[in-house]
Protein backbone atom coordinates (compact mmCIF):
# COMPACT_ATOMS: atom_id res chain seq x y z
CA UNK A 1 0.00 0.00 0.00
CA UNK A 2 1.94 2.95 -1.39
CA UNK A 3 2.65 6.49 0.69
CA UNK A 4 1.47 9.63 -0.43
CA UNK A 5 1.53 13.33 -0.14
CA UNK A 6 -1.50 13.43 2.22
CA UNK A 7 -1.41 17.79 1.97
CA UNK A 8 -1.42 17.18 -2.20
CA UNK A 9 -3.97 14.79 -1.48
CA UNK A 10 -6.30 16.83 0.37
CA UNK A 11 -6.19 19.74 -2.18
CA UNK A 12 -7.43 17.74 -4.38
CA UNK A 13 -10.42 16.78 -2.63
CA UNK A 14 -11.38 14.15 -4.81
CA UNK A 15 -12.22 10.27 -4.36
CA UNK A 16 -10.84 7.57 -7.07
CA UNK A 17 -13.77 4.88 -8.36
CA UNK A 18 -14.54 2.65 -11.22
CA UNK A 19 -14.46 4.80 -14.58
CA UNK A 20 -18.13 5.89 -15.99
CA UNK A 21 -19.64 6.59 -19.07
CA UNK A 22 -19.53 10.28 -20.26
CA UNK A 23 -23.41 9.65 -21.19
CA UNK A 24 -25.92 11.23 -18.68
CA UNK A 25 -29.75 11.02 -18.16
CA UNK A 26 -31.68 14.02 -20.10
CA UNK A 27 -33.01 16.61 -17.89
CA UNK A 28 -36.72 16.16 -17.62
CA UNK A 29 -39.03 17.54 -14.94
CA UNK A 30 -41.95 15.84 -13.14
CA UNK A 31 -44.09 18.42 -13.14
CA UNK A 32 -45.15 21.01 -15.75
CA UNK A 33 -42.33 23.85 -15.64
CA UNK A 34 -43.23 27.25 -14.74
CA UNK A 35 -42.73 27.83 -18.66
CA UNK A 36 -45.45 25.65 -19.46
CA UNK A 37 -44.28 22.38 -20.27
CA UNK A 38 -41.81 20.15 -19.17
CA UNK A 39 -38.26 20.28 -19.57
CA UNK A 40 -36.00 18.13 -21.75
CA UNK A 41 -32.69 18.95 -23.80
CA UNK A 42 -33.37 18.64 -27.71
CA UNK A 43 -30.92 16.92 -29.78
CA UNK A 44 -28.36 19.32 -29.95
CA UNK A 45 -28.32 19.93 -26.44
CA UNK A 46 -30.51 22.95 -26.01
CA UNK A 47 -33.47 23.37 -23.42
CA UNK A 48 -36.76 23.29 -24.94
CA UNK A 49 -39.70 23.04 -23.58
CA UNK A 50 -42.31 20.34 -24.44
CA UNK A 51 -45.65 20.01 -23.96
CA UNK A 52 -46.96 20.04 -20.19
CA UNK A 53 -48.23 16.88 -18.62
CA UNK A 54 -51.29 17.04 -16.70
CA UNK A 55 -50.88 19.04 -13.24
CA UNK A 56 -51.98 18.44 -10.04
CA UNK A 57 -52.12 21.41 -7.71
CA UNK A 58 -50.27 21.14 -4.24
CA UNK A 59 -52.51 19.55 -1.92
CA UNK A 60 -52.12 18.37 1.95
CA UNK A 61 -52.39 15.25 2.96
CA UNK A 62 -53.68 14.98 6.95
CA UNK A 63 -50.96 14.32 9.15
CA UNK A 64 -50.11 10.31 10.19
CA UNK A 65 -51.48 9.21 7.01
CA UNK A 66 -48.98 10.61 4.03
CA UNK A 67 -46.33 8.51 2.21
CA UNK A 68 -44.00 11.19 2.07
CA UNK A 69 -42.17 9.69 -0.78
CA UNK A 70 -45.73 9.39 -2.96
CA UNK A 71 -47.04 13.01 -2.90
CA UNK A 72 -48.06 14.73 -6.12
CA UNK A 73 -48.04 18.65 -7.01
CA UNK A 74 -45.84 21.82 -7.53
CA UNK A 75 -45.56 25.49 -6.30
CA UNK A 76 -45.27 27.03 -9.55
CA UNK A 77 -43.13 29.99 -7.88
CA UNK A 78 -40.68 27.81 -6.59
CA UNK A 79 -40.46 25.14 -9.40
CA UNK A 80 -39.56 28.19 -11.28
CA UNK A 81 -36.98 29.33 -9.71
CA UNK A 82 -35.21 25.83 -8.92
CA UNK A 83 -35.64 25.46 -12.78
CA UNK A 84 -33.36 28.76 -13.77
CA UNK A 85 -30.97 27.73 -11.40
CA UNK A 86 -30.75 24.37 -12.49
CA UNK A 87 -30.59 26.34 -16.27
CA UNK A 88 -27.11 28.12 -14.86
CA UNK A 89 -25.57 25.35 -12.92
CA UNK A 90 -25.97 23.80 -16.69
CA UNK A 91 -24.90 26.38 -18.57
CA UNK A 92 -21.57 26.56 -16.14
CA UNK A 93 -21.03 22.99 -16.90
CA UNK A 94 -21.06 23.54 -20.38
CA UNK A 95 -18.60 26.65 -20.14
CA UNK A 96 -16.24 25.44 -17.80
CA UNK A 97 -16.41 21.26 -18.59
CA UNK A 98 -17.88 21.63 -22.44
CA UNK A 99 -20.39 19.12 -21.79
CA UNK A 100 -23.78 18.88 -23.10
CA UNK A 101 -26.84 18.96 -21.07
CA UNK A 102 -27.65 15.59 -21.52
CA UNK A 103 -24.68 14.91 -20.55
CA UNK A 104 -25.51 15.81 -16.69
CA UNK A 105 -28.63 14.58 -14.35
CA UNK A 106 -30.50 16.99 -12.22
CA UNK A 107 -32.63 15.55 -9.86
CA UNK A 108 -34.37 17.56 -6.87
CA UNK A 109 -37.57 17.21 -4.63
CA UNK A 110 -38.67 20.01 -2.29
CA UNK A 111 -41.21 19.17 0.39
CA UNK A 112 -43.21 21.40 2.54
CA UNK A 113 -43.42 19.62 6.19
CA UNK A 114 -45.57 22.40 7.65
CA UNK A 115 -48.45 21.73 4.71
CA UNK A 116 -47.51 18.00 3.61
CA UNK A 117 -47.42 18.46 0.35
CA UNK A 118 -44.46 19.00 -2.43
CA UNK A 119 -43.67 22.04 -3.80
CA UNK A 120 -40.68 21.03 -6.55
CA UNK A 121 -40.19 17.68 -8.58
CA UNK A 122 -37.55 17.73 -11.25
CA UNK A 123 -36.37 13.68 -12.01
CA UNK A 124 -37.14 13.30 -8.72
CA UNK A 125 -38.14 9.35 -9.32
CA UNK A 126 -35.03 8.79 -10.58
CA UNK A 127 -32.02 6.57 -8.88
CA UNK A 128 -28.69 8.20 -8.98
CA UNK A 129 -25.68 8.03 -7.11
CA UNK A 130 -26.01 10.36 -3.49
CA UNK A 131 -22.24 10.52 -2.40
CA UNK A 132 -21.82 11.40 1.20
CA UNK A 133 -25.74 12.54 0.93
CA UNK A 134 -26.23 8.52 1.40
CA UNK A 135 -24.99 9.10 5.03
CA UNK A 136 -28.79 10.86 6.08
CA UNK A 137 -30.35 7.10 5.07
CA UNK A 138 -27.63 5.61 7.66
CA UNK A 139 -28.31 7.98 10.48
CA UNK A 140 -31.60 8.46 10.04
CA UNK A 141 -32.17 4.55 10.05
CA UNK A 142 -30.15 3.77 12.89
CA UNK A 143 -32.09 6.13 14.73
CA UNK A 144 -35.40 4.94 13.77
CA UNK A 145 -34.33 0.97 14.37
CA UNK A 146 -32.28 1.87 17.54
CA UNK A 147 -33.55 4.93 18.99
CA UNK A 148 -32.47 7.91 20.23
CA UNK A 149 -31.34 6.10 23.01
CA UNK A 150 -29.95 3.22 21.04
CA UNK A 151 -25.77 2.39 21.63
CA UNK A 152 -23.26 0.45 20.78
CA UNK A 153 -23.02 -2.79 22.56
CA UNK A 154 -19.76 -5.06 23.73
CA UNK A 155 -20.64 -7.88 26.39
CA UNK A 156 -17.43 -8.89 27.94
CA UNK A 157 -17.06 -12.25 29.47
CA UNK A 158 -14.93 -14.00 31.06
CA UNK A 159 -14.41 -18.09 29.50
CA UNK A 160 -12.24 -20.24 32.68
CA UNK A 161 -11.57 -20.30 36.08
CA UNK A 162 -10.65 -17.23 38.16
CA UNK A 163 -8.06 -17.95 41.13
CA UNK A 164 -6.25 -15.00 43.29
CA UNK A 165 -6.83 -12.04 40.64
CA UNK A 166 -6.54 -14.40 37.79
CA UNK A 167 -8.18 -15.50 34.78
CA UNK A 168 -6.83 -18.91 33.82
CA UNK A 169 -8.65 -19.00 30.38
CA UNK A 170 -9.74 -16.04 27.89
CA UNK A 171 -11.01 -12.99 27.92
CA UNK A 172 -14.34 -12.87 25.18
CA UNK A 173 -15.39 -9.84 23.56
CA UNK A 174 -18.73 -10.17 21.24
CA UNK A 175 -18.52 -7.58 18.55
CA UNK A 176 -21.28 -4.86 19.09
CA UNK A 177 -20.14 -2.43 15.67
CA UNK A 178 -18.65 0.30 17.74
CA UNK A 179 -16.00 2.87 16.35
CA UNK A 180 -14.42 3.54 19.57
CA UNK A 181 -14.04 6.76 18.25
CA UNK A 182 -14.21 10.24 19.73
CA UNK A 183 -14.14 13.39 17.13
CA UNK A 184 -13.19 15.59 20.01
CA UNK A 185 -9.69 13.19 21.18
CA UNK A 186 -6.86 12.15 19.88
CA UNK A 187 -7.97 8.33 21.23
CA UNK A 188 -11.05 7.22 22.64
CA UNK A 189 -9.58 3.90 23.44
CA UNK A 190 -8.19 5.10 26.87
CA UNK A 191 -11.59 5.62 27.98
CA UNK A 192 -13.06 2.46 26.57
CA UNK A 193 -10.42 0.12 28.04
CA UNK A 194 -10.91 1.54 31.41
CA UNK A 195 -14.39 0.57 31.27
CA UNK A 196 -12.92 -2.65 30.73
CA UNK A 197 -10.98 -2.98 33.23
CA UNK A 198 -13.13 -1.95 36.05
CA UNK A 199 -15.54 -4.94 34.87
CA UNK A 200 -12.72 -6.94 35.15
CA UNK A 201 -11.89 -5.86 38.50
CA UNK A 202 -15.46 -5.87 39.93
CA UNK A 203 -15.05 -9.76 38.95
CA UNK A 204 -11.72 -9.70 40.87
CA UNK A 205 -9.24 -10.18 37.34
CA UNK A 206 -6.17 -8.39 37.15
CA UNK A 207 -4.47 -10.69 35.01
CA UNK A 208 -5.47 -12.62 32.35
CA UNK A 209 -2.79 -15.77 31.41
CA UNK A 210 -4.52 -16.58 27.83
CA UNK A 211 -6.09 -15.11 24.50
CA UNK A 212 -8.55 -11.97 23.95
CA UNK A 213 -10.89 -13.52 22.03
CA UNK A 214 -12.85 -11.36 19.75
CA UNK A 215 -16.29 -12.71 18.42
CA UNK A 216 -16.95 -10.72 15.33
CA UNK A 217 -20.54 -12.67 15.24
CA UNK A 218 -22.16 -12.39 12.01
CA UNK A 219 -20.53 -9.30 10.84
CA UNK A 220 -18.71 -9.32 7.48
CA UNK A 221 -14.54 -9.44 7.78
CA UNK A 222 -13.55 -5.82 6.83
CA UNK A 223 -13.26 -5.43 3.31
CA UNK A 224 -14.22 -2.25 0.98
CA UNK A 225 -17.46 -2.37 -0.48
CA UNK A 226 -18.05 -2.70 -4.48
CA UNK A 227 -16.99 0.11 -6.91
CA UNK A 228 -14.92 1.42 -3.86
CA UNK A 229 -12.00 3.95 -5.07
CA UNK A 230 -8.97 1.55 -6.79
CA UNK A 231 -6.21 0.09 -3.85
CA UNK A 232 -4.09 2.85 -4.22
CA UNK A 233 -6.45 4.64 -2.39
CA UNK A 234 -7.21 2.20 0.14
CA UNK A 235 -4.31 3.74 2.84
CA UNK A 236 -6.92 7.30 2.52
CA UNK A 237 -9.04 7.83 5.96
CA UNK A 238 -11.79 8.16 3.68
CA UNK A 239 -11.48 4.52 2.60
CA UNK A 240 -11.29 3.13 6.65
CA UNK A 241 -12.61 -0.26 6.99
CA UNK A 242 -15.30 -0.89 9.40
CA UNK A 243 -15.90 -4.36 11.02
CA UNK A 244 -17.56 -5.78 14.28
CA UNK A 245 -14.73 -4.23 16.06
CA UNK A 246 -13.16 -1.04 15.49
CA UNK A 247 -11.23 1.62 17.20
CA UNK A 248 -10.07 5.55 16.00
CA UNK A 249 -12.52 4.45 13.66
CA UNK A 250 -10.75 1.83 12.00
CA UNK A 251 -7.44 4.87 11.57
CA UNK A 252 -4.14 5.51 12.44
CA UNK A 253 -3.61 9.32 13.61
CA UNK A 254 0.52 10.57 12.80
CA UNK A 255 0.89 12.99 15.13
CA UNK A 256 3.90 15.53 15.05
CA UNK A 257 4.43 17.83 18.12
CA UNK A 258 7.54 20.62 17.68
CA UNK A 259 9.08 22.19 20.36
CA UNK A 260 12.66 23.76 20.89
CA UNK A 261 14.94 21.18 20.38
CA UNK A 262 12.84 18.15 20.29
CA UNK A 263 10.34 17.12 17.58
CA UNK A 264 7.88 14.06 19.00
CA UNK A 265 6.41 11.94 16.39
CA UNK A 266 3.47 9.41 17.52
CA UNK A 267 1.46 7.27 16.12
CA UNK A 268 -1.84 6.24 17.92
CA UNK A 269 -3.39 4.21 19.10
CA UNK A 270 -0.48 2.45 20.59
CA UNK A 271 -0.57 -1.06 20.35
CA UNK A 272 -1.71 -0.50 16.86
CA UNK A 273 0.64 -4.01 15.74
CA UNK A 274 2.45 -2.55 13.08
CA UNK A 275 5.85 -1.57 12.71
CA UNK A 276 6.88 2.20 12.26
CA UNK A 277 9.28 3.61 10.38
CA UNK A 278 9.71 7.21 11.73
CA UNK A 279 11.96 9.70 10.02
CA UNK A 280 10.42 13.32 10.12
CA UNK A 281 12.65 16.00 10.62
CA UNK A 282 12.76 19.59 11.02
CA UNK A 283 13.07 22.36 8.52
CA UNK A 284 13.78 26.05 7.79
CA UNK A 285 10.76 28.18 8.83
CA UNK A 286 10.09 28.94 5.02
CA UNK A 287 10.15 25.81 4.11
CA UNK A 288 6.67 24.16 2.83
CA UNK A 289 5.38 21.66 5.21
CA UNK A 290 6.35 17.92 3.39
CA UNK A 291 5.05 15.09 5.52
CA UNK A 292 3.95 11.81 4.36
CA UNK A 293 1.87 8.79 5.73
CA UNK A 294 1.11 5.75 4.91
CA UNK A 295 1.02 1.71 5.54
CA UNK A 296 3.37 -0.48 3.60
CA UNK A 297 2.60 -3.60 4.34
CA UNK A 298 3.40 -4.05 7.89
CA UNK A 299 4.78 -1.01 8.60
CA UNK A 300 3.67 1.96 9.27
CA UNK A 301 5.46 4.91 7.39
CA UNK A 302 5.59 8.89 8.87
CA UNK A 303 8.65 10.71 6.87
CA UNK A 304 9.82 13.82 5.55
CA UNK A 305 10.11 17.69 7.21
CA UNK A 306 7.99 20.20 9.09
CA UNK A 307 9.09 24.16 9.31
CA UNK A 308 10.06 25.27 11.81
CA UNK A 309 7.27 27.86 13.58
CA UNK A 310 4.66 24.92 13.04
CA UNK A 311 4.37 23.55 16.18
CA UNK A 312 1.76 20.56 15.87
CA UNK A 313 0.67 18.77 12.92
CA UNK A 314 -1.57 15.40 12.25
CA UNK A 315 -3.07 13.38 10.38
CA UNK A 316 -5.96 10.50 9.84
CA UNK A 317 -5.29 7.51 7.43
CA UNK A 318 -6.62 3.87 7.35
CA UNK A 319 -5.29 0.99 9.05
CA UNK A 320 -5.68 -2.48 7.05
CA UNK A 321 -7.66 -4.08 9.82
CA UNK A 322 -9.59 -2.38 12.16
CA UNK A 323 -10.33 -5.50 14.30
CA UNK A 324 -6.89 -5.72 14.25
CA UNK A 325 -6.31 -2.48 15.23
CA UNK A 326 -8.82 -2.63 17.95
CA UNK A 327 -7.17 -6.21 19.64
CA UNK A 328 -4.13 -4.77 19.63
CA UNK A 329 -4.67 -1.35 21.01
CA UNK A 330 -7.02 -2.46 23.94
CA UNK A 331 -4.62 -4.69 24.91
CA UNK A 332 -2.33 -2.64 25.11
CA UNK A 333 -4.61 0.09 26.82
CA UNK A 334 -5.66 -2.71 29.60
CA UNK A 335 -1.80 -2.86 29.99
CA UNK A 336 -1.75 1.43 30.97
CA UNK A 337 -4.85 0.09 33.51
CA UNK A 338 -3.01 -2.53 35.60
CA UNK A 339 -4.60 -5.52 33.38
CA UNK A 340 -1.82 -7.69 31.51
CA UNK A 341 -3.11 -10.12 29.03
CA UNK A 342 -0.65 -12.44 28.59
CA UNK A 343 -2.00 -14.76 25.41
CA UNK A 344 -2.59 -13.43 22.07
CA UNK A 345 -5.38 -11.51 20.58
CA UNK A 346 -7.24 -14.32 18.71
CA UNK A 347 -10.61 -13.77 16.06
CA UNK A 348 -13.44 -16.25 16.56
CA UNK A 349 -17.37 -16.79 15.44
CA UNK A 350 -19.46 -17.86 17.92
CA UNK A 351 -17.34 -18.82 20.82
CA UNK A 352 -18.83 -20.72 23.80
CA UNK A 353 -20.47 -18.51 26.10
CA UNK A 354 -18.66 -17.55 28.76
CA UNK A 355 -19.25 -15.90 32.59
CA UNK A 356 -20.71 -12.28 31.52
CA UNK A 357 -19.03 -9.09 33.58
CA UNK A 358 -20.34 -6.52 31.52
CA UNK A 359 -21.21 -5.00 28.77
CA UNK A 360 -19.83 -1.73 27.10
CA UNK A 361 -21.86 0.61 25.88
CA UNK A 362 -21.40 3.91 24.14
CA UNK A 363 -24.44 6.16 22.56
CA UNK A 364 -25.15 6.09 19.32
CA UNK A 365 -26.31 9.37 18.81
CA UNK A 366 -22.94 10.52 20.24
CA UNK A 367 -21.73 9.64 16.62
CA UNK A 368 -24.07 11.60 14.50
CA UNK A 369 -21.72 14.43 14.36
CA UNK A 370 -18.69 12.09 13.04
CA UNK A 371 -21.58 10.63 10.49
CA UNK A 372 -22.67 14.07 9.46
CA UNK A 373 -20.73 16.99 10.21
CA UNK A 374 -17.89 15.39 9.27
CA UNK A 375 -18.81 12.91 6.67
CA UNK A 376 -16.64 10.54 8.44
CA UNK A 377 -17.22 7.04 6.30
CA UNK A 378 -15.94 4.73 8.22
CA UNK A 379 -18.06 5.57 11.17
CA UNK A 380 -20.95 5.74 8.91
CA UNK A 381 -20.06 1.97 7.69
CA UNK A 382 -19.61 1.24 11.54
CA UNK A 383 -23.81 2.14 11.90
CA UNK A 384 -24.51 0.82 8.69
CA UNK A 385 -23.09 -2.61 9.44
CA UNK A 386 -24.47 -3.05 13.17
CA UNK A 387 -28.00 -2.67 12.00
CA UNK A 388 -27.42 -5.24 9.98
CA UNK A 389 -26.15 -7.43 12.51
CA UNK A 390 -28.70 -6.33 14.77
CA UNK A 391 -31.33 -7.93 12.24
CA UNK A 392 -29.73 -11.16 12.02
CA UNK A 393 -26.03 -10.43 9.04
CA UNK A 394 -23.82 -7.90 9.15
CA UNK A 395 -23.25 -8.13 6.03
CA UNK A 396 -24.09 -5.47 3.28
CA UNK A 397 -26.69 -7.12 1.83
CA UNK A 398 -27.87 -7.65 5.37
CA UNK A 399 -27.61 -3.87 6.39
CA UNK A 400 -29.45 -2.85 3.29
CA UNK A 401 -32.22 -5.61 4.47
CA UNK A 402 -32.32 -3.25 8.02
CA UNK A 403 -32.23 0.26 6.25
CA UNK A 404 -35.09 -1.01 4.09
CA UNK A 405 -36.72 -2.23 6.86
CA UNK A 406 -36.59 0.63 8.67
CA UNK A 407 -37.67 3.10 5.64
CA UNK A 408 -40.60 1.12 5.82
CA UNK A 409 -41.73 1.61 8.92
CA UNK A 410 -41.54 5.28 7.85
CA UNK A 411 -43.64 3.98 5.37
CA UNK A 412 -41.37 4.68 2.16
CA UNK A 413 -41.06 2.72 -0.18
CA UNK A 414 -37.32 1.70 -0.99
CA UNK A 415 -37.35 -1.22 -4.03
CA UNK A 416 -35.28 1.06 -6.03
CA UNK A 417 -32.79 1.50 -3.30
CA UNK A 418 -29.13 0.26 -3.55
CA UNK A 419 -26.78 0.66 -0.47
CA UNK A 420 -23.46 -0.70 -0.33
CA UNK A 421 -22.18 1.03 2.06
CA UNK A 422 -22.94 3.70 4.96
CA UNK A 423 -21.20 6.34 3.39
CA UNK A 424 -22.10 6.78 -0.37
CA UNK A 425 -18.73 5.68 -1.61
CA UNK A 426 -19.50 3.20 -3.73
CA UNK A 427 -20.40 4.65 -7.29
CA UNK A 428 -22.68 1.35 -7.24
CA UNK A 429 -24.88 3.24 -4.33
CA UNK A 430 -28.69 4.76 -6.38
CA UNK A 431 -30.93 6.31 -4.34
CA UNK A 432 -33.95 8.64 -5.37
CA UNK A 433 -33.85 12.36 -4.12
CA UNK A 434 -37.86 12.07 -2.93
CA UNK A 435 -36.48 8.96 -0.70
CA UNK A 436 -33.77 11.12 0.81
CA UNK A 437 -36.61 14.33 1.25
CA UNK A 438 -38.90 11.75 2.44
CA UNK A 439 -36.91 9.83 4.57
CA UNK A 440 -36.24 13.07 6.52
CA UNK A 441 -40.28 14.16 6.10
CA UNK A 442 -41.52 11.38 7.76
CA UNK A 443 -38.69 10.59 10.08
CA UNK A 444 -39.57 13.86 11.95
CA UNK A 445 -43.54 13.18 11.74
CA UNK A 446 -42.80 9.84 13.67
CA UNK A 447 -40.11 10.77 16.11
CA UNK A 448 -39.66 14.73 16.72
CA UNK A 449 -37.10 14.06 19.72
CA UNK A 450 -34.56 11.50 17.54
CA UNK A 451 -34.91 13.32 14.21
CA UNK A 452 -33.58 16.82 16.48
CA UNK A 453 -30.43 14.46 17.10
CA UNK A 454 -30.59 14.10 14.02
CA UNK A 455 -30.93 17.77 12.63
CA UNK A 456 -28.28 19.11 15.21
CA UNK A 457 -25.63 16.66 13.77
CA UNK A 458 -26.60 18.17 10.12
CA UNK A 459 -23.90 20.86 8.72
CA UNK A 460 -25.52 24.73 9.07
CA UNK A 461 -25.08 27.49 6.16
CA UNK A 462 -22.34 29.69 6.80
CA UNK A 463 -21.49 27.89 10.21
CA UNK A 464 -20.13 25.08 10.26
CA UNK A 465 -18.81 21.23 8.95
CA UNK A 466 -19.01 21.28 5.35
CA UNK A 467 -21.32 24.43 4.75
CA UNK A 468 -19.04 26.78 7.13
CA UNK A 469 -17.96 28.29 3.89
CA UNK A 470 -20.95 28.19 1.71
CA UNK A 471 -24.01 30.60 2.12
CA UNK A 472 -22.35 32.83 4.15
CA UNK A 473 -25.26 35.72 3.54
CA UNK A 474 -28.32 35.44 1.99
CA UNK A 475 -31.96 33.67 3.40
CA UNK A 476 -29.78 30.74 3.76
CA UNK A 477 -27.49 31.74 5.95
CA UNK A 478 -28.01 29.93 9.44
CA UNK A 479 -31.42 28.88 7.99
CA UNK A 480 -30.32 25.61 5.89
CA UNK A 481 -29.05 22.85 7.67
CA UNK A 482 -27.58 19.93 5.00
CA UNK A 483 -25.35 17.34 4.43
CA UNK A 484 -23.16 17.97 1.38
CA UNK A 485 -21.94 14.93 -1.05
CA UNK A 486 -19.20 14.83 -3.63
CA UNK A 487 -17.29 11.77 -5.31
CA UNK A 488 -16.09 11.97 -8.85
CA UNK A 489 -18.72 12.92 -11.71
CA UNK A 490 -21.55 13.27 -8.52
CA UNK A 491 -22.57 16.04 -6.36
CA UNK A 492 -25.04 16.48 -4.19
CA UNK A 493 -27.13 18.45 -0.88
CA UNK A 494 -30.24 17.41 0.89
CA UNK A 495 -31.39 18.56 4.21
CA UNK A 496 -33.90 20.62 5.42
CA UNK A 497 -34.64 25.00 5.58
CA UNK A 498 -35.88 25.76 9.13
CA UNK A 499 -38.45 28.75 9.92
CA UNK A 500 -37.67 30.08 13.16
CA UNK A 501 -35.66 27.23 13.48
CA UNK A 502 -38.37 24.88 13.15
CA UNK A 503 -37.76 22.52 9.77
CA UNK A 504 -40.35 24.07 7.27
CA UNK A 505 -38.47 22.18 3.64
CA UNK A 506 -36.92 18.89 3.53
CA UNK A 507 -35.45 18.68 -0.06
CA UNK A 508 -32.76 16.93 -1.90
CA UNK A 509 -30.26 17.50 -5.04
CA UNK A 510 -28.84 15.19 -6.73
CA UNK A 511 -26.42 15.78 -9.77
CA UNK A 512 -24.86 13.03 -12.13
CA UNK A 513 -22.21 14.37 -14.65
CA UNK A 514 -18.77 12.88 -16.88
CA UNK A 515 -15.81 13.44 -14.29
CA UNK A 516 -14.30 16.42 -15.34
CA UNK A 517 -12.44 18.64 -12.66
CA UNK A 518 -13.07 21.49 -10.85
CA UNK A 519 -17.03 21.18 -12.01
CA UNK A 520 -18.04 20.28 -9.10
CA UNK A 521 -17.30 23.72 -7.00
CA UNK A 522 -17.64 25.92 -10.78
CA UNK A 523 -21.55 24.34 -11.23
CA UNK A 524 -22.87 22.04 -9.03
CA UNK A 525 -22.28 23.83 -5.46
CA UNK A 526 -23.26 27.48 -7.13
CA UNK A 527 -26.28 25.80 -8.11
CA UNK A 528 -27.24 24.08 -4.97
CA UNK A 529 -26.18 26.87 -3.10
CA UNK A 530 -29.11 29.18 -5.25
CA UNK A 531 -32.05 26.64 -4.71
CA UNK A 532 -31.14 26.50 -1.04
CA UNK A 533 -30.93 30.45 -1.03
CA UNK A 534 -34.43 30.24 -2.83
CA UNK A 535 -35.99 27.90 -0.73
CA UNK A 536 -35.44 29.96 2.44
CA UNK A 537 -36.46 33.14 0.71
CA UNK A 538 -40.01 30.97 -0.08
CA UNK A 539 -40.26 30.64 3.40
CA UNK A 540 -39.97 34.03 4.19
CA UNK A 541 -42.55 35.38 2.20
CA UNK A 542 -45.09 32.29 2.74
CA UNK A 543 -44.84 32.02 6.55
CA UNK A 544 -46.34 28.60 8.40
CA UNK A 545 -49.15 29.06 10.91
CA UNK A 546 -48.06 29.77 14.13
CA UNK A 547 -49.47 26.41 15.58
CA UNK A 548 -47.74 24.61 13.06
CA UNK A 549 -43.99 25.75 13.88
Request: hydrophobic letters at 45%.
Amino acid sequence: MACFWVLGLLAMGACGGAGEGSGGVPLVFDVPSSQGGAVAPSSSGSLEVQDPAVAHDASTVPAGTRQWDQLSGYDRQLQGEVEAAVYQGLNAAKTHGKLKSADCSVAAVVLDLARGRQLVALGSKRAQRPASNQKILTAIAALALLGGNGSFETPVEALGTIEAGTLRGQLVLRAGGDPVYDRNQESAMPAWAMDVAQLLARAGIQRVEGDLVLDTGTYARPGPAPAWPSKGDHWQEYCALAGGFSANAGCLSAVLESVPGMLRVRVLPPGHGLQEEISVRKGPAKKALDVRVGVQGSRVIVGGTIPAGIPNWSARFAHPDPVALFGGALVFALGLHGVEVTGAVRLQVDAPPGTPLGVISRPVAGQLEAVLLDSNNSVADQLFLTLGARGGHGSRAGSLAAVRTALGNLQLASGHLMMLDGSGLSRENRVTPRLLAGAMASFMEQDPAAFDLFLQALPLAGRSGSLAKRMGKGAAFETVRAKTGFIGGTSGLSGVALEDGVPRLAFSILVEYPRKAGLNARAWKPMQDRIAQSLAAWINSHPSPPTQR
